[in-house]
């Protein structure tokens, strides 16, 4: 049965699903809901659907136990915009909102806080939106004059660092947060020697505190910078990397010794993104490069390897063993078409491509070799480790995964040493994020903690954090921490042991 488009935004508003809303939240009328280019958009609706109030809510009902010795705050980030979007909505557009949730002495509270940007600062003044995103036709005049026609929405990521505590963006500056209450303190460049944009995922070394990171800029040349900062928040290694053409480059890994850099086919398009067919086009036909750099090198030391086409967000590991320095990711077969820049993530070919599962890469830079294989075969993203793994060889990761292709309802948890993986799947209807690993205070074994994060259920329409014990990954949750509001789906997290 084919349905029309007021058929299915009909049916869609019957049944709750479909949250097209105005600038104070209330739900748009049907007619408004049929111009807008965003009435379809699945980034919009349901659990993906921005939340507005921002609240603060202690004594929280707690499903089993907290356990006693863990103590700190829990934040993730993740997008959600503050005003009804300019044209065409990409998931990755919207303004960063932090969601904490605050654990002592076994109870628990929540507040969720605006990164309140520039951006969002002009927007709420303005009474609208005033920025496009990645699916929309840019401003040409903005693109002509060489400004930034993006919002640094600072909705990606976290980064506790030297006592800082940042929220990241990838295209421009972090942003610092105030501590335990997430105000916003305003754009931070490292007391001046930020000289490029700061990725959402920079690596702790965690034996030196040296802070390594990049920044990417696809259309403007050089298209990649390389810092490393000092343990005490001194820029003091910037060098450009050349690369031939403009990509997305969300992620990277490092070692002891190396940086890794991922060139892959996810290209800037100017032609077709100033006609508003989106920024960033997949290109199949193009080989994956992965580049490795002396941690203290300038850019043309760096040397690049080739392996077969592919996409990656997120990097899980990566160290040296042997002659071979050794990468693990979630690797995508192509870029996920349900996060397409050209139809701001309407999925066009349910199905095809975008597979995304564990998996390594082996290079030897002393034959020039590169060794490939799949890890697990579990539909796997948001991988995360101990941080005290991270650039060392390890034994254990962890991922969110999907029965379904785009949500995820459960947890991985990968043993690298015998190659198996075990499950942790929610109850029905519990949908997850990204998980946190967390250390117990004092432990041994590098899976002594937990695995923490949000969880939304269909039924309630409500939000829960959960405790999953990591050495008893397949148990139910040590402990679920029962919301009295919805937390959309998001992005990356972070825990803060101690802050409270
Ligand atoms: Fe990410």
């Not at 496009?132 to 930034?148: I, R, S, V, Y």
């Not at 910078?225 to 053409?245: C, E, N």
Request: glycine residues 10%; contains cysteine.
């Amino acid at each position: 049965m084919e349905l029309t488009r007021r058929e299915l935004i009909e049916a869609a508003v019957a049944t709750g699903t479909l949250l097209v809303t105005g600038a104070k939240g209330e739900v748009l009328p049907l007619d408004l809901q049929e111009t807008n280019p965003n009435a379809a958009n699945p980034f919009l609706q349901g659990n993906f659907a921005p939340v507005y109030e921002e609240i603060t809510a202690d004594s929280l009902k707690i499903v089993g136990k907290l356990p006693p010795e863990l103590n700190g705050m829990f934040v993730r980030n993740g997008p959600n915009p503050q005003l009804p979007p300019l044209g065409r909505y990409h998931w990755f557009d919207g303004d960063g909102m932090l969601h904490g949730i605050k654990i002592r002495d076994g109870k628990a509270s929540y507040l969720n806080r605006y990164v309140r940007t520039e951006g969002w600062q002009k927007e709420r003044a303005a009474g609208k939106a005033l920025y496009t995103g990645l699916a929309e036709k840019p401003d040409m005049k903005k693109l002509f004059a060489g400004q930034d026609t993006f919002k640094n929405a600072a909705n990606i990521a976290l980064l506790w660092h030297n006592g800082k505590f940042l929220a990241l963006w990838e295209g421009g500056t972090p942003h610092e947060i105030g501590l335990p209450d997430l105000s916003t303190k305003g754009a931070y460049n490292f007391d001046g020697g930020l000289k490029h944009a700061f990725t959402a995922h920079p690596r702790t070394d965690p034996k030196t505190g040296e802070l390594i990171c990049f920044g990417y800029s696809p259309g403007r040349k050089p298209y990649l910078h390389y810092s490393v900062i000092s343990p005490q928040g001194k820029v003091a290694h910037t060098t450009p990397i050349d690369l031939p053409h403009g990509v997305m480059m969300h992620d990277f890994a490092i070692t002891e010794n190396y940086t890794l850099f991922m060139d892959l086919p996810l290209r800037f398009d100017m032609a077709k993104f100033s006609k508003g067919e989106g920024a960033f086009h997949y290109k199949p036909e193009i080989p994956s490069r992965f580049g490795i750099l002396p941690r203290h090198e300038t850019g043309d030391k760096i040397r690049w390897f080739e392996a077969p086409p592919c996409f990656v967000f997120h990097t899980l590991n990566a160290w040296e063993e042997g002659d071979e320095i050794v990468l693990v990711a979630c690797r995508y077969d192509a870029y996920p078409d349900d996060v397409n820049f050209s139809t701001s993530g309407h999925p066009t070919n349910e199905g095809k491509g975008g597979q995304v599962r564990l998996h390594e890469w082996r290079f030897n830079p002393k034959t020039g070799a590169t060794r490939e294989k799949p890890l697990d075969d579990t539909v796997a993203e948001f991988p995360r480790i101990h941080p005290a793994q991270i650039g060392r060889k390890g034994r254990y990761g962890y991922a969110s995964i999907a029965s379904g292709r785009t949500l995820f309802d459960g947890y991985l948890k990968y043993d690298l040493l015998t190659g198996k993986s075990i499950h942790h799947r929610m109850p029905k209807g519990v949908m997850v994020g990204e998980g946190v690993f967390v250390p117990r205070p004092g432990a041994k074994a590098e899976d002594d903690g937990w695995l923490v994060g949000y969880g939304y259920d269909k039924a309630t329409h409500k939000s829960e954090f959960h405790i999953l014990d990591a050495q008893n990954f397949e148990a139910k949750a040590v402990a679920r921490v029962l919301l009295p509001v919805r937390v959309p789906y998001g992005l990356h997290g972070t825990w803060l042991p101690g802050i409270v």
